[in-house]
């Protein structure tokens, strides 16, 4: 049974940082895709950032410049720091591997960014 768990979320004032992270037991994460979304309390899912198995990165226009995400492949972990947060930012952070038609999705991890 495959599991993805978040962490690192909490409560940030606007301007402040998290860094986020994600550990899958997926046996070749290497191969997998990787990405972080965001759900905001009555709006659907969206895709902040995403890294490819080969390493190519793409962002959600409202986070680049601020985000970065990345992976350490020897510990199945996908990171996402995350600076300059705006309120705009808050919702559950989920962690997703993708490898073909094949999805795994972690719990979430809360971020609240309010002063």
């Known amino acids: 049974q495959v599991q993805v768990v978040e962490s690192g979320g909490g409560l940030v004032q606007p301007g402040g940082s998290l860094r986020l992270s994600c550990v899958a037991s997926?046996?070749?994460?290497?191969?997998?895709?990787v990405g972080w979304y965001r759900q905001a309390p009555g709006k659907q899912r969206e895709l902040v950032a995403g890294m490819t198995f080969g390493g190519a990165t793409n962002y959600a226009d409202s986070v680049k410049g601020r985000f970065t995400i990345s992976r350490d492949n020897d510990k199945n972990t996908v990171y996402l720091q995350m600076n300059s947060l705006k309120p705009e930012g808050s919702g559950a952070y989920y962690c997703?591997?993708?490898?073909?038609?094949?999805?795994?999705w972690g719990q979430g991890t809360q971020v609240t960014v309010s002063s």
């Open positions: 997703k591997a993708r490898r073909g038609d094949v999805d795994y």
């Open positions: 997926i046996r070749i994460f290497s191969i997998y895709d």
